[in-house]
C-alpha cells in the first residue's frame, strides 16, 4: 500500500541547532514533493518544492534533500528559533496525479 | 495572508444534517482542492477542481460532493453528516494552470466543523 511516512514524536531541539525532519515514501513515484510548515488552527504554510530530477534546494535557513532511491526527503532548519516551533508536512504529487497526497506532518518544539 | 479564503470559521452542526462550506480562491487561480484534517493528522485528499470540472478525488464516500463556479471560488457540500466528520475542512488554490498541483498551494484558514 502507500504511505508517506513522517516521524509522529515531536521533535525538541534547543535554539541555535539545526532541526533535521523525515519524510519516507512507499509505493509512489512523486514528481514533485514540498515541505509545508501548518500553526495550530491555520492553514498550511508553503515553504518548499523539489523536483525528481533536484537533488537539493535551498532557501535561506532551510534545506530540502531529496533521494528517490531511498525514497527518501530531510528537511533542514539551521540556527533554528523559537519562532520555528510548528507543525512540519511534507507532500508529494505522484506521477500521474494531480493532487498533493500529505504526510501526517512532525511538531517541531525550538527552546529558547 | 494567503489570498484564500473560507467561510464559516467555525460551523456545529448535528448528525445526519447537511453542510455547505466555502472557498473563495485566489485571483487566477483555476484549480482547487479540498482537504480534510483530523486532530494531529495530516491533510487527507478529498477532491480536486479545475476549471470547473472535478480531476481528482480521494477516499470520500459520495456524500461529499463539490462545485467549482466559473469565478474558480468553490463548494464543499456533506450530506448526512457523521460524528466522525469532525474535522478541519482546508481549501488550496494553485496557478500552475495544468490543474495539477505541481506548485505552490495557497491554503485558506480552514473551516472546523464539529459535528454533534
Known amino acids: 500500500s502507500q504511505k508517506i511516512e513522517q516521524n509522529s514524536e515531536a521533535l525538541n531541539i534547543q535554539e541555535g541547532k539545526t532541526a533535521t525532519l523525515t519524510c519516507n515514501y512507499t509505493n509512489y513515484s512523486p514528481a514533485y514533493l514540498q515541505w509545508y510548515r501548518q500553526d495550530p488552527g491555520r492553514g498550511p504554510v508553503f515553504l518548499l518544492l523539489?523536483?525528481?530530477?533536484?537533488k537539493e534546494k535551498r532557501k535561506e535557513r532551510l534545506k530540502v534533500t531529496f533521494d528517490t532511491t531511498l525514497k527518501q526527503s530531510l528537511f533542514h532548519i539551521t540556527a533554528s528559533q523559537p519562532a520555528d516551533s510548528a507543525t512540519y508536512l511534507c507532500a508529494l504529487l505522484d506521477t500521474g496525479r494531480r493532487a498533493l497526497t500529505f504526510g501526517s506532518g512532525t511538531r517541531l518544539q525550538v527552546q529558547p | 495572508e494567503t489570498g484564500v479564503t473560507q467561510s464559516p470559521t467555525h460551523l456545529i452542526k448535528t448528525r445526519g444534517q447537511q453542510v455547505t462550506l466555502r472557498c473563495s480562491s485566489q485571483s487566477g487561480h483555476n484549480t482547487v482542492s479540498w482537504y480534510q484534517q483530523a486532530l494531529g493528522q495530516g491533510p487527507q485528499f478529498i477532491f480536486q477542481y479545475y476549471r470547473e470540472e472535478e480531476n481528482g478525488r480521494g477516499n470520500f464516500p459520495p456524500r461529499f460532493s463539490g462545485l467549482q463556479f466559473p469565478n474558480y471560488s468553490s463548494e464543499l457540500n456533506v450530506n448526512a453528516l457523521e460524528l466522525d466528520d469532525s474535522a478541519l475542512y482546508l481549501c488550496a488554490s494553485s496557478s500552475d494552470g495544468t490543474g495539477r498541483m505541481n506548485t505552490e498551494a495557497f491554503f485558506g484558514q480552514g473551516t472546523r466543523l464539529t459535528v454533534v
Open positions: 523539489i523536483r525528481e530530477n533536484e
